[in-house]
Each structure stands twice: as structure tokens, then as C-alpha cells.
């Protein structure tokens, strides 16, 4: 199987990739660890983006340099075909002494299941055991 790789961008610039590797199909959630364009994007970067643009922040820790975001609408991930994985929301959350992770809410059940079949069979699995 290849393993795919999904780009992030932010305000329309490349932000990192990820390979949303990890999933909740009943709640249409993705999530997998962000790796970014840019090593400087960071907390610090993170929390100065989400201030700027009016993003709430749900959690921040400046002492571990740990946050987590509200939803960001200019935050975006497209698959290889360049088509966007929509929901209702993504968001960003971590530590810089860690790593980052991306998650996308609400992804729609078609989309879910065309991109993510290898997270429903996971699912699927749980299930039966």
C-alpha cells in the first residue's frame, strides 16, 4: 500500500504535510502528526498566528510551550489529487519540546470513506474484538 501524504497550508502557503495517520470514523475525525515547512514554526509562531487573526486558543501552557487551537479557517489539507479534505473545522495542537498534530472535524461519511478506509477497517476490527 502507498503511504499517502497530505499538504497543509495556511493562508494559501505550504505549512507542512502530514499523513493523518490516526482516526475516530463514527465522529469523521483525522488526525496525524504535522511536519512543517518551515523548522521555526513552533508555540511561539502558532500562538502569535492565532492572536493576529482572531483564533481562539483552548489551551496554552508558555512554560512548556504547549498549545492547542480553536478551529482555523485558513488552515487547510488537500490530498495528492489536490482536492481538500473539508469538515467542520481544523485545528493544531502541541508542544515544541513534542510534536504537533493537525485534526480535522466532521470530515464528511463519502470522503471519510474514500481517503480513510484503512481507519474504518481499524475501526471495524475494534469492533469484532
Known amino acids: 500500500m502507498i503511504e499517502k501524504k497530505y499538504k497543509i497550508l495556511l493562508d494559501d502557503k505550504l505549512f507542512g504535510t502530514t499523513k493523518l495517520e490516526f ?3 463514527p465522529m469523521g475525525v483525522v488526525f496525524g502528526q504535522v511536519n512543517f515547512d518551515n523548522k521555526s514554526i513552533g508555540y511561539d509562531y502558532i500562538k ?6 482572531l483564533i481562539e486558543i483552548q489551551t496554552d501552557c508558555p512554560n512548556d ?13 488537500y490530498n495528492s489529487e489536490n482536492y ?3 469538515g467542520i473545522g481544523n485545528i493544531i495542537e502541541g508542544m515544541d519540546s513534542e510534536k504537533y498534530t493537525i485534526t480535522i472535524l466532521g470530515l464528511d ?6 481517503e480513510f478506509p484503512e481507519h474504518i ?9
Do not use: F, M, R, W
Open 23 to 25: 482516526g475516530d470514523p
Open 48 to 53: 502569535q498566528y492565532c492572536i493576529d487573526n
Open 65 to 77: 510551550n504547549l498549545i492547542s487551537t480553536g478551529q482555523i479557517g485558513n488552515l487547510k489539507v
Open 84 to 86: 481538500e479534505l473539508v
Open 109 to 114: 461519511s463519502e470522503v471519510y470513506e474514500k
Open 121 to 129: 477497517a481499524e475501526y471495524k476490527q475494534k469492533l469484532k474484538n
